[in-house]
């Protein structure tokens, strides 16, 4: 089967041969030549002379399958705009004024589609003669559009402009951040470019205030997890760590986790690299290497400000980790995130860094380890049996952008340290013992009761669960 994504689409043939004709016949034009004309479609048999009919030529047809030629069609009228509104900017590209403006709602087009569409991320990537726009939806990423090269370095100055980056540098990486009214809402974004042998990468976080000031109770912990997230956050001292791989969801636990604490009664300094949402009432802290503001180094400061709780954003080594385990020993609450896979491997990673056993065991109080998993689509899941089980599978419909899935929730390990586990690490027994001591519930049982209840799929489970 071919492969739509690799076309640059001249979406203005819609407009040359009626785009509700092509909609209704399942064809999208791709481009005219002087003697044939280009069309996608998923029917190897569409009419002959219908097709004479529309466009006066011959036509050669790209045969690809349902899946992609749908999702082409669901978005094709966002996709017209971006393509007139990238045509225009280009016509009036001398004409300072209106190439700012065009460009501008071209952008504005863009930002507000990948919000629609629920993307945490926007990527534009040069290619050699041409451009894609990749959005990363529910952690995957989903070829939006592509367009001719010449419109890329517009783009790119403009997004520099918006975060006032140096326009003139296109050599070396560039990070920034910017804000944007779209439809009377405030956006915040985040932009990374990086130069490549074809021209940059330029990839654009969405930050999404709203998500990242849910509560606790609802960003998809079980019941347990978040009664024992509560129960140890109350504490005045001690380590609470939350674990998992980048894009795990623990930055979003973390700001859940700072909405459930006392700002008025406890001073609360966090340290974040770089700080995404700016909270009101707490100390939040920036790392910046450049000037040797290193985790080490805040962190011997911020216990010097009488702090009640200390947030980290990561701890990477083994200066920060003695820091912080001081700070948890000596009458704070430290809450922090760690790269890690699972919860048992957790200890292993705390004592790989350095860390005493014995101060492991009298300082930890929860670990929680946590992963992502897509969320079936409320409007189109259908049952399926499994093993003698009623469980769900992913269909797919326009609710959906045709993949099934919406949403993404946290499947979890986690365990919090009594007496038992502290002896076993203290006297550095098998920590695969730790297990057999607690009601310790494994990230795979976990999701599979997800999958049981009918929020995620098998085939979400084998992706991340195993
Ligand atoms: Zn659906």
Redesign the pocket.
């Known amino acids: 089967m071919n492969d739509l994504d690799l076309w640059t689409i001249d979406y203005g043939l819609l407009t040359k041969f009626g785009k509700n004709i092509l909609k209704d016949n399942s064809i999208i034009p791709i481009y005219e030549h002087e003697i044939y004309i280009f069309i996608a479609s998923n029917n190897a048999n569409i009419n002959e002379k219908l097709l004479q009919d529309i466009f006066g030529k011959p036509t050669k047809n790209l045969l690809v399958d349902s899946q992609s030629f749908n999702f082409e069609l669901l978005h094709q009228d966002i996709k017209y705009q971006l393509f007139s509104q990238g045509k225009k900017s280009l016509q009036n590209k001398d004409s300072k004024n209106n190439e700012e403006s065009y460009i501008s709602i071209f952008l504005e087009t863009l930002f507000l589609s990948a919000i629609a569409l629920q993307s945490s991320d926007i990527h534009i990537e040069s290619l050699k003669n041409s451009f894609v726009i990749r959005y990363r939806i529910d952690g995957i990423l989903v070829q939006f559009f592509r367009f001719d090269i010449d419109l890329f370095p517009i783009i790119s100055s403009s997004l520099k402009l918006f975060s006032k980056l140096d326009i003139s540098q296109k050599r070396i990486p560039q990070n920034g951040r910017f804000s944007k009214k779209l439809i009377e809402k405030n956006f915040d974004f985040r932009i990374s470019i990086l130069p490549t042998i074809t021209g940059e990468s330029i990839v654009i976080r969405i930050l999404d205030n709203q998500k990242a000031f849910l509560g606790l109770q609802h960003i998809g912990f079980c019941d347990d997890v978040y009664q024992s997230i509560k129960k140890n956050i109350n504490f005045s001292q001690g380590m609470i760590l939350i674990t998992g791989s980048t894009g795990s969801g623990k930055t979003t636990t973390m700001y859940s986790i700072i909405n459930e604490l006392d700002k008025k009664k406890k001073k609360i300094i966090t340290i974040e690299d770089p700080i995404e949402y700016n909270i009101e009432g707490i100390m939040q802290v920036p790392i910046n290497e450049d000037i040797g503001l290193n985790y080490e180094m805040v962190l011997k400061n911020v216990l010097r400000q009488d702090p009640d709780i200390i947030m980290i954003g990561e701890i990477r080594d083994e200066y920060a980790l003695r820091i912080a385990i001081q700070a948890a020993l000596t009458g704070h609450l430290v809450i922090a995130t760690l790269h890690t896979n699972d919860a048992s491997k957790t200890i292993n990673r705390l004592l790989d860094l350095g860390a005493k056993p014995y101060l492991i065991a009298s300082v930890l109080r929860l670990i929680v380890s946590q992963k992502l998993i897509r969320v079936l ?1 409320q ?2 899941k259908e049952q399926v049996i499994y093993e003698n089980k009623m469980i769900y599978k992913n ?3 326009v ?2 952008n045709l993949s ?1 899935y ?1 949403g993404r929730t946290i499947i979890t390990e986690y365990f919090e340290f009594d007496d038992v586990i502290a002896k076993i690490i203290k006297e550095q027994q098998d920590i695969s013992q730790i297990a057999l001591h607690t009601k310790y519930e494994k990230i795979n049982e976990n999701a599979f009761k997800k999958v049981l209840d009918g929020t995620t799929s098998m085939d979400e489970y084998n992706l991340h669960a195993i």
Do not use: N, T
């Open positions: 689509c409007d189109c269909v797919g419909c609710k959906c099934g919406r």
